[in-house]
Nanobody
Framework: EVQLVESGGGLVQPGGSLRLSCAASGLPFISSGMGWFRQAPGKEREFVAGINENGAVTDYAASVKGRFTISRDNAKNVIYLQMNRMKPDDTAVYYC???????????????WGQGTQVTVSS
């Protein structure tokens, strides 16, 4: 059974930082493209960042490029999302995903985590 467990969400002030983690199990982690999506209230789920199987290639949504960094530790089966210079528009539930690199931006990923709430507010 594939399991993706996110952690690290919370409340942060504008301009602050958070780091999300996603621990994966039940899948061939080192051969899996991974990513982060987010969904704000009343909005569709949107792509945030993706990382390929060996971590050499990454992709970001324009709204987070330069502020967020995705990384992975294949020895620990964990991916991370470092979020800096956060804005109120970053408020959403953040989801970890597994899927082919070629369709990394598609909302129809193979597996999803349960999500972790991130709130950016003063």
């Amino acid at each position: 059974e594939v399991q993706l467990v996110e952690s690290g969400g919370g409340l942060v002030q504008p301009g602050g930082s958070l780091r999300l983690s996603c621990a994966a199990s039940g899948l061939p982690f080192i051969s899996s493209g991974m990513g982060w999506f987010r969904q704000a209230p009343g909005k569709e789920r949107e792509f945030v960042a993706g990382i390929n199987e060996n971590g050499a290639v990454t992709d970001y949504a324009a709204s987070v490029k330069g502020r967020f960094t995705i990384s992975r530790d294949n020895a620990k089966n964990v991916i991370y999302l470092q979020m800096n210079r956060m804005k109120p528009d970053d408020t959403a539930v953040y989801y970890c995903s597994v899927g082919p690199w070629a369709t990394r931006r598609s909302p129809t990923q193979n597996y999803w985590g349960q999500g972790t709430q991130v709130t950016v507010s003063s």
